[in-house]
């Protein structure tokens, strides 16, 4: 009976849809124009570098090599397995949905079950620093310093969430790659790497030609989102729900100061993360208030990305809940620890950058973003990226190297 009564709000919902799009024609094509800027100027050159780079990556056994020296700090602090290092890595440099993409592609191929999987899903799909501080702090507030405390809240937060989400279905854990006897570690983990790119087999050509292939695939159904739900909170903002939504949001968080256009930049942030950050930053009230708001929004991210996290991970039986729950109490971190982070000099005077003060519609700042100047900054963070983990591996490794050679020494005047 609840599957009937589920599919038949579905099909309401959907049929309601189609037909407001007949009657706002060019309400409609106007916001599918803003969300295609979006994602053209901002998400599509932001991403496909990661998406790249992730896939061949794995076809090359890097990741598993990686898990096999990560797997003694991950398993403690996440409950999941090394490779999870490499999709948090990835996740928070480069942004929704890429940390989904990548945990649902080491699901199929067997690196997580379904417990690991969700848990790691939960904190490591977060936004991306560009976003955070060139969209937001510098488009939307108009002012650079809030920057770090945007993306301090925000990657906290995530962390914290999977410090908590450790505890889901805790028992319920792949074997430990790591494990065998502690000399053997490198071994082990160059092991992994050889049989992964044995078990792969394809020719480089191949891995970079299906990489590119595959990644533009997946932007384009993150488009595809993207575009739709830019429609459908302009259509429901045209029909008054908006408005009707917050104005009960309003009278519930009142005695907290927060104003209704405050309370209806919640709901446009509950269906797509840029038109809710956008409506928080621009809305009355005091500047933290403000910040507090936009930070609860980043880390709740949307229904869009909801949808795209769902249609990426379809095949894999990822369940969603946990995810909904773990934004949920990401938003309430996020917005807790806006105060920790919070400095009372960035609500007076400067701190504004003229020609990036805040812009009018919902994507128009996205018009004004140079795309090359968006690849170099995705390109630069991969590369940030890669090295930072090229540094940890290195560490880890003369860390071994040390505690194996003082183990040998020990043993000899032992004996």
Known sequence: MRHRGATLLVAAAATAVTLTLVFYPDLAFKAALRGLEVWWFVVFPALLPFFIAGQVLMALGVVHFLGVLLERFMRPLFNVPGVGAFV????????????????ARLRRDGQLNTAEAERLMSF?????????????AVGMFGRPALGGAIMGAHYLAALGTGLIL??????????????GPGGALLARATEALVEARRRDARPFGQIMGDAVKDSVQTLLLVGGFV????????????????AWISG???????????QKAA??????????ITIGTKAASAAPGPLLQRLVLCNAIIAWSGLSVFAQ?????????????????????QAVLAGALTFWFWNPAWGVGGGAVPALAPLAGGGAWAARVSWPAMLEGSMVLL?????????LVALQALRHGARVAWWRVSRARSG
């Open 88 to 103: 948090v890595a990835m996740g928070l440099a480069s942004g929704y949905p890429i940390g989904a993409v990548l945990t």
């Open 124 to 136: 490591c799909n977060t936004a991306d620093p560009l976003f955070m501080a060139g969209a937001v």
């Open 166 to 179: 450790r505890f889901y279905r805790r028992t319920e854990r792949s074997p430990d790659v790591a494990a």
């Open 227 to 242: 575009i739709l739900f830019a429609v459908i909170i302009d259509i429901l903002t045209r029909m008054g729900l908006v």
């Open 248 to 258: 009960g949001l309003a009278w519930a968080l009142h005695p907290l100061g927060v």
């Open 263 to 272: 309370a209806a930049s919640l709901v446009s942030g509950f269906f797509e």
């Open 309 to 329: 996290v769902a249609a990426v991970s379809q095949g894999t039986g990822i369940s969603l809940r946990p995810y909904v729950v773990a934004r949920v109490i």
């Open 383 to 391: 590369c940030g990226v890669l090295v930072v983990g090229a540094a």
